[in-house]
């Protein structure tokens, strides 16, 4: 996931749509305690600050917190600095074999709390290059340009780490060993354990795909996976009982999607309309105008949407329409004047776009463009949870 350039071309697209009024009209009908809407700015990072925004609220669910204002705003740039490290010795034990980007999966966060714990925003807030908005333009250029040249050397040098991680830190800053919180001082792993008080080892990730047996962890095949880590594979129907049992049941959902359709708006909203199908040899595909930025739709009408097949998932992911674009974090279930139902999701972009920096997805639009989410273990139903063997 590494949403970035696609963003600043919705950014500009904002005038255009702003003089056009939404025919959709939103009742929430849940709405769970979230922090605040922050931006990754000009970063490839969506997927650290969606899974950090799923921990936060994971933190004010096991903590009790019901106001937003009392939870604490956690680092995401810690975990980048972390993640970017972890990558890069990837990269070179692989030969340059593998993927070294900014982009990354929830998995590398749940991954990197359990190695190194984590720390307030208001400790690292990782920007040290002259500026108050993140921008990793510079940095992964240097960086990837640093590695390209160790993957084509035939002996590395013991300095090769050491000067990787020194320009990491020079861009983000040193990541803190002890700090200082609420008059108390902690390493990065006793605050997670003491205050945080998140248990990595109760997320699981979720999928929905037919080319790996259902109810099996297979490693989903997407560039930005470059820990190769498991997804748990089940049926449609079910990834969307999960969703729905998590909202539920107060839980919040981190989810990983497709966003570049044309059908996905910078108002807030995105479906899955009909009109973007067309049925050739007896099978429904999208319209190859209607994928992949096609001409965009306007939402001044409600669309009739396209049913969301196990087939069609498949189609769309095996031909490139699906593909891993964009973390978010639904926070909950709401419906349209029609009573479509529609999830609340948190970005990571800006409060001038969407619903005050929020969309509302359809439910077809999560089963159809959905490559993963992370939950909870404990909201995922008991026969389901059985299937998969997890205790």
Known sequence: MKRLSFVFVLLFSVSLFAQQEVAYKFTDDIRLPVTSVKSQDQTGTCWAWSTVSFLESEMMRINGIKDPSKAIDLSPMYIVNKCYKDKAKNYVLWHGKVNFDEGGEPHDVICAIRKYGIVPMSVYKGINYGSNKFNHQELNSVLKAYLEKLAGENRLTTAWERGFDAIVDAYMGPTPGTFTYNGKQ???????????????????????????????????????NWAHQSAYNVPLDEMMQIIDNALENGYTVEWGADVSEPYFSIKGIAVVPKQAFDTVNGQIIPKPSSYRRGPKFDFTEVYEEMPITQELRQWAFEHY??????????IGRAHDQNGTVFYIVKNSWKTNVGYDGYWYFSKNYVSYKTMSILVHKDVIPKDIRKKLGIK
């Open 186 to 224: 902690y390493t990065p792993q006793s605050f997670l354990k003491q205050v945080v008080k998140v248990n990595p080892d109760d997320y699981v990730a979720i999928t929905s795909f037919t080319h790996h047996p259902f109810y099996k962890p297979f490693i989903l095949e997407m560039p930005d």
């Open 321 to 330: 329409t699906t593909t891993d674009d964009h973390g978010m974090h639904i």
